[in-house]
């Protein structure tokens, strides 16, 4: 199936994505994944450059990551977080003592001038991590909610309002004038290039603005390898996140055939789950794979990886 120098690429946001990343890169050799992740999550917080899904990736993929709530790091201590509580500061976003060192590091090394796919590299070459993790641009992006009191800045409807506001529709700052990264474009031409897996993400919010950027639809629609996707939607809900919630609001029933309508003709395969069987012959277009896509931990991450690989070497190129 993977044979040596065969490359795999993943596009993800944050907890799904990495979930199945941290399963590819269990099942593939050193070296073979490349994971491009969203970066229009990423704010400014007590001056810090904070980037949560290249940090639940990078935190995912080195096995230091906290894993029942997905993100942040296992093991982690507070505090700072008390120490800032007790003065009054602003705590709605969590940050841990040892989270904490990656954002000041992060913050220094941009403020002098360094890219956040340069810094990134270093910290998954610290941390031990083997696969290629690129955020989908240097440049700033930003996810802007919609709501019908106002728009929100996304860590705002994200964590300060826990997803209650009704979405109305998303904006993506800084996408159409964003570049790609080079590192992202190259992985997409390389001959070597096995399969281009989206992972269970947010299509709204973790994989939409990665494809508002120039370039990356296009390159998945010309690349040769397989495009596949893994739904996030799961028996009509989402694993985790307002993803179901946001396809109601839209007046859409949460369903892999909606995930499938939301990527449209990019997509040469869709990996859906046992429990959605049924679906599978109401979806036109892509090719279906029902398989389990629940996962809760190392094996069931593994399996999934498999069997997506499997899928893929059925696809005709
Ligand atoms: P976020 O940035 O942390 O919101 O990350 P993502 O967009 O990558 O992940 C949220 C999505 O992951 C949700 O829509 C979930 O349904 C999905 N998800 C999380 N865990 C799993 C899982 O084990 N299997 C599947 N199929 N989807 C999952
Ligand atoms: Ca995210």
């Known amino acids: 199936m993977t044979g040596s120098g065969r490359r795999v690429l993943a ?22 994944l490349t994971v491009a992740v969203n970066v229009a999550d990423d704010f400014v917080h007590l001056g810090l450059a904070i980037s949560p899904d290249l940090d639940t990736v990078m935190y995912t993929l080195a096995d230091v990551v906290n894993a029942e709530t997905g993100w942040g790091r296992k093991d982690e201590s507070w505090t700072f977080m008390a120490a800032l509580e007790q003065l009054g500061g602003e705590c709605w976003f969590r940050l841990g003592d040892a989270d904490l060192a990656v954002h000041v590091e992060r913050t220094r090394r941009l403020a002098l001038g360094e890219k956040l796919g340069a810094i990134t590299a270093s910290f998954c070459r610290r941390l031990g991590v083997t696969s290629e993790v690129l955020p989908v641009s240097d440049d700033k992006v930003a996810t802007m909610v919609a709501t019908p009191e106002g728009e929100l800045a996304f860590q705002d409807y994200f964590v300060r309002y826990r997803c209650e506001p009704e979405t109305l529709g998303f904006r993506f700052l800084g996408a159409e004038a964003a570049r790609l990264n080079p590192r992202l474009l190259a992985a997409l031409d390389d001959p070597a290039l096995d399969v281009v897996v989206i992972g269970p993400s947010n299509p709204f919010v973790s994989i939409g603005p990665m494809l508002a950027i120039p370039g990356l639809s296009d390159g998945l629609m010309r690349c040769r390898a397989p495009v596949i996707a893994v739904s996030p939607i799961i028996g009509g809900r989402a694993v985790k996140g307002p993803a179901a919630k946001m396809m109601r609001e839209r007046g859409i029933e949460p369903s892999p055939l ?6 449209g003709s990019l997509l040469d395969g869709l990996v859906i789950d046992e429990i959605d069987r049924a679906e599978a012959e109401r979806i036109r277009g892509p090719r279906i794979r029902v398989t389990e896509t629940l996962m809760r931990g190392e094996n069931e991450r593994r399996r999934l990886a498999q069997d997506v690989l499997a899928f893929a070497a059925e696809l005709p190129r």
């Open 11 to 32: 596009l993800s946001g944050g907890v799904g994505g990495a979930r199945l990343a941290k399963g590819l890169a269990d099942v593939l050799p050193a070296g073979a």
């Open 258 to 263: 909606a995930i499938a309508g939301e990527y």
